[in-house]
């Protein structure tokens, strides 16, 4: 069983940082590719960022230049350097790891969601 554990949410005034982290555990041994996604109250869910195992990164446009993703393939772990924040940021954050190779299956994993809030 592989479990996601996202940290690194919080408020924060516009134009501040965040880091948010997203560690994967259990028996993997590979992942295809990690984004973040996010959810503000009464929209769909949108991507955020997503980064390959080639380390191959896109962004939405109302992010670009602003956010970073990064991964440790050693350790599992996805990043989300958020800068210059936003009001309209505002959202709850999801981990996504697509084809996630743990024994003899492949499948897919959500984290919980970690909420960011920024003030204007």
């Known amino acids: 069983q592989v479990e996601l554990v996202e940290s690194g949410g919080g408020l924060v005034q516009a134009g501040g940082s965040l880091r948010l982290s997203c560690a994967a555990s259990?028996?993997?041994?590979?992942?295809?590719?990690m984004a973040w996604y996010r959810q503000a109250p009464g929209k769909q869910r949108e991507l955020v960022a997503q980064?390959?195992?080639?380390?191959?990164?896109n962004y939405a446009d109302s992010v670009k230049g602003r956010f970073t993703i990064s991964r440790d393939n050693a350790k599992n772990w996805v990043y989300l350097q958020m800068n210059s924040l936003k009001p309209e940021d505002t959202a709850l954050y999801y981990c996504?790891?697509?084809?996630?190779?743990?024994?003899?299956?492949?499948?897919?994993?959500w984290g919980q969601g970690t909420q960011v809030t920024v003030s204007s």
């Open positions: 996504y790891l697509e084809g996630v190779r743990s024994g003899a299956s492949l499948r897919n994993y």
């Open positions: 259990g028996t993997i041994f590979s992942i295809n590719a």
């Open positions: 980064i390959t195992r080639g380390d191959r990164a």
